[in-house]
């Protein structure tokens, strides 16, 4: 049986191009345990997790003259020492380093021809830590059916049970004539679904959201986002920067306000913002704003998967983030407002019911917000000017491969036109910003990390 992709698959493997590539990325910073973390132990762990992932051995193959979409297949010459590779920073082996490496390594395109994916083992950080960079294409992660790499590869014990052998035998490969058949009995058995199916294609992820969706979608558009530099033609190249914070100080302002986490970590955000803007010499008006497309992770009544665990989606929600207000407080409540008016607010997950979902859900969840951002950007016209994407993880010690997680970073893509996205992350007590940017259009964006850091401080004055 032909395992075709999906609407949405499709699209985000068409979609992508030089400067935009559509990929799910990760940095796990890890402490480098006793005797080290050789690159064979990480080669084994990922080769244990693959029955979870049964998408990491397959390409993707299309259907002659496009009759159809693209169909799975599994790789016959699968070789996983393609996909997991080994580098090493030079000494002193800092962050800046790192982070550099990272945004060459996410501008590389991934080769078609083999299943759409990469890890690379990090070695010579300072500190005595390593690196795991994840790198997946979007087409690959579906939802919690089809989680990210980084979602099965963390472990919550050092030593987890042992898995069973993986004797993976690859199926046959359809020919050229089966999927031609195979697509002109799809045409024959339902061809608007079909015709539709062939415009998704074509028109892209607005296409693919459906006719409900793309409506509800048109209906919380309030026309064009307002003018800001960071929408401008994006280049190939990039710039990766991180920041991070105590979630004790983030909970302290949410109980002193009463509000979400969430609400928060954009109010931080916008202050950031803010500066950012002054420091550029932008005119920032009391009325100014910034768009952000910020999709919330919800857990909906009552949606339970196969095995009893909640099923968690993400849902859109656009928010003008009032970077023209002074006052850190005022521009808290105006954002509090907002999500409160949302009408998922109910549902939304935060870092204490994540833990009911097995593996690591933030690159997964991640992912998911991308999927609706990128529905967003294709509406004509600029709907949004930034993405932010936040995502709520375990707040306990994780283990990657055995060595203690000490760091999680989301690289959020940069989608067309927009220059800036920011991925945040909680985990085991702290917040993890990643901030990935344009290098032409956004070659400030080193200064975020510290514009980050006093936003912050003026909600903690504020709350005392």
Request: hydrophobic fraction near 40%; glycine fraction near 8%; aromatic fraction near 8%.
């Amino acid at each position: 049986m032909v395992n075709r992709l999906s609407a949405s698959e499709a699209s985000f493997y068409r979609l992508e191009n030089t400067t935009t590539p559509m990929y799910v990325q990760s940095l796990f910073i890890l402490r480098n345990p006793r005797g080290g973390l050789g690159y064979d132990k990480v080669l084994e762990t990922i080769e244990q997790r693959l029955p979870q992932i049964p998408r990491y051995r397959q390409t993707i193959h299309e259907v002659t003259l496009g009759l159809a979409r693209p169909v799975w297949v599994d790789d016959h010459e699968f070789d996983i020492t393609y996909h997991v590779r080994h580098l090493a920073v030079p000494s002193p082996g800092s962050d800046r380093q790192l982070h550099e490496l990272i945004a060459r390594l996410g501008q590389q395109p991934l080769d078609r021809a083999r299943p759409l994916w990469a890890v690379y083992l990090i070695e010579g950080l300072a500190d005595n830590r390593i690196a795991v960079y994840l790198k997946s294409h979007q087409a690959l992660v579906n939802g919690m059916a089809a989680p990210a790499m980084g979602h099965v590869l963390v472990d919550r014990t050092q030593r987890p049970p042992p898995f069973d052998e993986d004797i993976w035998v690859p199926r046959d490969e359809p020919g050229a004539v089966e999927l031609v058949l195979g697509a002109l009995g799809d045409w024959v058995a339902a061809p608007r679904t079909q015709l539709q199916a062939v415009g998704a294609t074509v028109g892209g992820p607005v296409a693919w959201a459906g006719r409900k969706t793309f409506d509800a979608l048109r209906a919380v558009v309030r026309g064009a986002a307002p003018q800001s530099p960071l929408n401008t033609q994006v280049s190939q190249n990039r710039l990766f920067t991180v920041a991070r914070g105590s979630l004790e100080d983030y909970r302290k302002v949410r109980a002193r306000y009463e509000c979400a986490i969430n609400d928060v970590v954009l109010a931080v955000i916008t202050g950031a913002l803010r500066n950012w803007l002054l420091a550029r010499g932008e005119p920032v008006g009391p009325t100014r704003t910034v768009r952000a497309l910020a999709p919330l992770s919800v857990y909906p009544d009552h949606a339970i998967d196969s095995a009893g665990q909640p099923i968690g989606s993400v849902t859109p929600f656009l928010v003008d983030l009032p970077v023209g207000e002074p006052n850190p407080v005022v521009r808290l409540s105006q954002i509090a407002y907002a999500t409160e008016s949302h009408p998922t607010s109910t549902g939304l997950v935060d870092a204490r019911t994540i833990l009911t979902v097995a593996g690591f859900a933030p690159p997964t969840l991640h992912a998911m917000g991308v999927r609706v951002a990128t529905a967003y950007a294709g509406f004509s016209g600029r709907v949004f000017n930034l993405l932010i994407t936040n995502a709520p993880g375990s707040q306990r010690q994780l283990y990657v491969c055995g060595a203690k997680l000490l760091e999680t970073y989301s690289v959020p893509p940069l989608l067309p036109n927009k220059a800036l996205a920011i991925g945040v992350t909680s985990y085991n007590g702290k917040l993890y910003f990643g901030v990935n940017a344009d290098r032409k259009a956004m070659s400030d964006v080193g200064m975020v990390s510290s514009l980050l850091d006093e936003s912050l401080a003026e909600l903690l004055e504020a709350a005392q």
